[in-house]
């Protein structure tokens, strides 16, 4: 199994020409997340050979724009894909993706999407004073977990938390937005001290993360703290 990094926004310059976002293709048919920038994305997925006809599960950490804005074109390929989405979901969103035809799976707490991968289900955070009810992708292996994050507005120590709990292992690898952008120095140093001891092996932080606690990550971490780029392939755990 693998996962492949189609695209990632994380920069402010970055976000303020809203090529922000991220998107990941795990083995050949789960997509998760369809970045925010849709000429962005669709050139990715014609330069690193993404079929996207071979797409069955498209999953939507949630409905914010930097994670949705390629999923049409995803959808013209591959019309009898599943879509799962957090029930919260808007109305709005849910239209969007019944008018391509496509199968709607509001998804319930560590539903099983194929073998190996399942979603944490609905879990609540807050942004910008509002709520956000956000999934996070797992893959699980005998050698231990993959959590895929997309935002991580419920907090990344807690969905990790509930996750070894669920699966009674230790997670190999965290990748994703972390959502530290604009946390200060202290909680940053609480969540990566967090995350190492509930056994975070590899941590690949990207987009929302923030530089300050990528660089905490890099410190804590060393060469186990990866710098992923769109177009590379990463093997999980077997």
Not at 44 to 58: F, K, Q, T, W
């Amino acid at each position: 199994m693998r996962i492949k990094i189609i695209a990632v926004g994380s920069t402010r310059w970055q976000r303020f020409l809203r090529r922000w976002g991220v998107s990941f293709l795990i083995d050949a048919d789960v997509l998760f997340d369809a970045f925010g920038h849709p000429a962005v994305f669709a050139r990715n997925v014609r330069r690193y050979g993404v079929d996207l006809a071979a797409v069955r599960h498209v999953v939507i950490s949630h409905d914010d724009w930097d994670h949705i804005a390629g999923l049409e074109l995803v959808l013209e390929h591959c019309r009898d894909a599943a879509v799962y989405v957090c029930p919260a979901t808007g109305p709005e969103f849910k239209a969007r993706i019944a008018s391509c035809g496509a199968r709607l799976v509001e998804v319930a707490p560590f539903l099983q999407i194929k073998e190996g991968i399942f979603t944490t289900g609905e879990l609540a955070g807050r942004s910008k004073d509002k709520d956000v009810y956000e999934q996070s992708l797992v893959v699980k292996g005998p050698q231990g977990l993959v959590v895929v994050a997309g935002c991580a507005h419920p907090g990344i120590v807690p969905i990790v938390a509930r996750v070894k709990e669920r699966f009674r292992q230790d997670v190999r690898l965290l990748i994703g937005g972390l959502h530290l952008k604009s946390a200060p120095p202290d909680e940053i140093a609480r969540t990566v001290a967090a995350l190492r001891s509930l056994g975070v092996e590899e941590v690949a932080p990207m987009h929302c993360t923030g530089r300050r606690a990528v660089r905490a990550f890099a410190q804590a971490f060393g060469d186990r703290c990866l710098r992923l780029r769109p177009g590379d392939t990463l093997p999980l755990p077997k």
